[in-house]
C-alpha cells in the first residue's frame, strides 16, 4: 500500500512537470520559426504581449 500511494505522488508530481517543459519546448520551436520567417512580425508581437501584461500587472 505504501509502495502503491508512493507511485501515485509521483506521478502526480513528475507529469505535469514533464508536460509543462514539453509544452515550452514546443512554444519555443513555434516562436523561432515564426522570428525566421518574419522578425519584425515576431517582435510586434512580443511588443504587443509585453503591452498586454504590463495592464493586467503581471509583468516583472
Same mark, same amino acid.
Given at each position: 500500500?505504501? @509502495?502503491?500511494?508512493?507511485?501515485?505522488?509521483?506521478?502526480? #508530481?513528475?507529469?505535469? @512537470? #514533464?508536460?509543462?517543459?514539453?509544452?515550452?519546448?514546443?512554444? @519555443?520551436?513555434?516562436?523561432?520559426?515564426?522570428?525566421?520567417?518574419?522578425?519584425?512580425?515576431?517582435? =510586434?508581437?512580443?511588443?504587443?504581449?509585453?503591452?498586454?501584461?504590463?495592464?493586467? =500587472?503581471?509583468? @516583472?
Amino acid at each position: 500500500m505504501k @509502495n502503491y500511494f508512493l507511485s501515485i505522488l509521483l506521478t502526480i #508530481f513528475l507529469v505535469p @512537470n #514533464f508536460y509543462s517543459q514539453h509544452s515550452a519546448e514546443q512554444l @519555443n520551436d513555434s516562436a523561432m520559426k515564426l522570428y525566421k520567417e518574419d522578425p519584425q512580425k515576431a517582435i =510586434g508581437l512580443l511588443e504587443k504581449a509585453s503591452k498586454i501584461a504590463e495592464s493586467v =500587472g503581471d509583468f @516583472n
